[in-house]
């Protein structure tokens, strides 16, 4: 019997990972929901991104899991997964793999760099690994212990290519991971401490992960998510994004994990949130994928994510204004009205603020970043004050 395990036991490896990345929670949170909820993980993004060090991380933090790691090419065939063919055997006519033990037949964790390339031989065998987790052996169906593949790309599965599409159907999260582009960040970035992979202490055993699938197996669904989880995929269908009864269904699994990891005893609606990393299939979709689940499942987020998004626009309105001559009235009117706009933004985001927990007060104070920030600008440019009066804080002072 496996013994309990909370939570909790999860929150050093999200420390310790977050000692080595910026910007990446999202992408541990879905590394952590595909290993309780036996799920798979597509990264998409640009080469040094970190996505291979967030798989490598994980396996080095978890103590007892194995790990197999490939780099696809157009010219690879199935022995890059399960090895080459036993020699002895092919003297006896039988294709029994030569295994030695290093190959995805023995692996927990997989992790498969430029996952789209590789022979038609390669892409079967890794759709009934991801599928099955078994792989053939001189006719032979063998079960592997295979949880979670991490998968990653800097582009996406060619269209119209039936086995590509398979594969990209059976990996249930998916993720583009972005580049770090806030000059704040790009500094917290140069100074982070040199990841050392052999020296990094684990934080977490394999068996801990094996009790926390088998103790989200056990969390009851509640009708709610149920009928929200069918009502967010008839919207996303309606919006042109159509989903699998395989990806259906393994969303309740995926639910159940992510209740697991929050600590809750039941799957309710507010867990669904997840869904925003399921029901894409291009990346240009995400946008409305997320107003559609957070419409559902986070309406405060999502409350924070339009005031983002708006704060965004007075943005492209302030470089619009700056543009133009310092004694030109319209820059001064335009600035005038920028800043009205962001004092509103602040009342808002200050409302929030008031009312947001856990994921959604993340989000309200990622807004609240970006209102601060271009705050700043809007001060400092527009009307050249050195020391820019902070509107969150007037806001929350009730001086706004």
């Not at 103590?63 to 890059?80: C, H, I, N, V, W």
Request: proline share 4%.
């Amino acid at each position: 019997m496996t013994n309990a395990i909370t939570a909790a036991a999860f929150e050093p490896f999200r420390s310790e990972i977050g000692r080595y990345v910026i910007n990446r929670d999202e992408e541990v949170e879905a590394l952590l929901l595909a290993l309780v909820s036996e799920s798979h993980l597509f990264l998409l993004g640009q080469p040094g991104t970190g996505k291979s060090m967030l798989t490598n991380l994980a396996h080095a933090l978890i103590e007892g899991s194995t790990q197999y790691r490939a780099l696809f090419t157009k010219f690879a065939d199935d022995t890059l997964l399960f090895g080459p063919w036993s020699l002895a055997g092919l003297k006896n006519d039988k294709r029994t793999r030569a295994n030695s033990g290093r190959y995805l037949q023995d692996a927990d964790i997989a992790f498969f760099d430029e996952a789209w390339k590789g022979t038609s031989s390669l892409l079967n065998a890794l759709l009934e690994a991801l599928n099955e987790r078994t792989y053939n052996d001189d006719g032979e169906s063998k079960s592997m212990p295979l949880c979670t593949a991490i998968l990653a790309s800097n582009e996406l599965p060619q269209q119209d290519h039936s086995e590509l599409e398979a594969i990209y159907d059976r990996i249930e999260l998916r993720m583009v991971v972005e580049p770090v582009t806030d000059p704040g960040d790009r500094l917290r970035l140069i100074r982070l401490p040199r990841v050392d992979m052999a020296n990094i202490t684990p934080v977490l055993k394999w068996s801990d992960v094996k009790a926390a699938q088998e103790t989200a197996r056990g969390i009851p669904v509640t009708p709610a998510a149920e009928e929200a989880l069918v009502q967010i995929v008839t919207e996303a269908a309606r919006a042109g994004v159509s989903v699998s009864e395989r990806r259906l269904v393994k969303s309740l699994r995926l639910g159940q994990a992510a209740a697991f990891l929050a600590g809750d005893d039941k799957v309710d609606v507010g867990h669904l949130d997840f869904l925003v990393h399921v029901l894409w299939h291009d990346p240009s979709q995400r946008s409305e994928i997320q107003r559609i689940v957070y419409e559902v499942s986070a309406p405060l987020r999502k409350e924070a994510i339009v005031l983002a998004d708006a704060t965004d626009d007075l943005r492209i309105e302030l470089a619009k204004a700056l543009a133009l001559d310092e004694g030109d009235i319209k820059r001064n009117q335009m600035a005038v009205a920028i800043m009205g706009k962001l004092k509103r933004a602040a009342t808002e985001a200050v409302s929030l603020e008031k009312r947001a927990t856990g994921r959604d007060a993340s989000t309200v104070a990622d807004t609240i970043r970006r209102i601060e920030d271009l705050n700043g600008l809007v001060q400092s440019e527009a009307y050249g004050l050195p020391q820019p009066t902070s509107l969150i804080e007037l806001a929350r002072n009730g001086k706004l």
